[in-house]
């Protein structure tokens, strides 16, 4: 039994040769083919593009008090007017959770005394502060400006994202695993041709990536937010990939 390998991307699938590793031997086992076969492996990766139809982000309102009461008394109400302007602009009660909701203590600054020294007490609780925030997901992305400019006029002032998203991504990567497989054919036929031989059968198929690039993602603080007459939001393409690895027995 022959062997030809070949790589056309960097996740080639190794062939477990004779005096190869006995790790690489027990991770991808020769297949048993004829006597007079060889094996060819080639690795092909294909890549599809698709806008996105979905931003996922978070919003929140962060509040003080002197006392851990007051603090979220305040931010209970200035969160209830965020959910209910999310609501209003029409995002679904499924699609806001909430993510964070935290409450800490405010401590009094250092004193520094007259020798410019910091002076050695202890620390002392000046307020409270509560973290409340929700991620929300957004499905018509030509209203997501509008949705974030409303939210910072309800009160909302931290806000993070987004990151877009494909909802529906397995179609996507569909596309690229068929297009992953005729280029795989394809080359195999190639090499095939060139060594006077013809592709018999696919002898085995796995797969890997499917990776998307990350996406530049838009921070923003109620008060940068609030200056602007619009907020202009790009969400560009998302980039799916695949990458097949099969086996072909070649045969005369």
């Known amino acids: 039994m022959k062997f030809l390998r070949f790589a056309a991307a960097p996740l080639a699938l190794a062939l477990a040769l004779p ?50 009461a007051a603090a979220l008394a305040a931010n209970s109400a200035d969160m209830n007017r965020v959910i209910a302007a999310l609501k209003a602009a029409g995002i679904a009660d499924k699609d806001i959770q909430t993510s964070n909701l935290n409450l800490n203590p ?31 997901r957004q499905r018509k992305l030509a209203e997501f400006g509008r949705v974030l400019d409303t939210l910072v ?21 569909d596309e690229a695993r068929s297009a992953a497989m005729t280029k795989a054919r394809k080359r195999a036929e190639l090499y095939a041709k060139a060594a006077g031989l013809k592709v018999k059968r696919i002898v085995s198929i ?6 998307t690039p990350p996406v530049p993602m838009v921070y923003a603080k109620a008060g940068m937010m609030a200056e602007a007459a619009a907020t202009p939001v790009a969400a560009g393409e998302l980039t799916m990939a695949t990458t097949v690895s099969v086996q072909f027995e070649l045969a005369p």
């Open 19 to 68: 005096g190869a590793a006995a790790m690489a031997q027990t991770a991808s086992p020769v297949a048993a083919i004829a006597p007079t076969s060889t094996l060819l492996s080639i690795s092909a990766e294909a890549r599809t593009s698709r806008k996105p139809d979905l931003a996922v982000f978070s919003a929140g309102v962060t509040s003080q008090g002197k006392t851990a």
């Open 106 to 136: 405010v401590y009094a600054p250092p004193v520094v005394g007259p020798n410019g020294q910091v002076e050695n007490q202890e620390p002392r609780i000046i307020g409270y502060q509560v973290n409340n925030q929700v991620t929300v």
């Open 153 to 173: 006029a309800a009160g909302a002032n931290q806000i993070n994202g987004p990151s877009f998203e494909i909802e529906d991504a397995d179609a996507a990567l």
């Open 206 to 211: 796995s797969e890997g990536g499917g990776f």
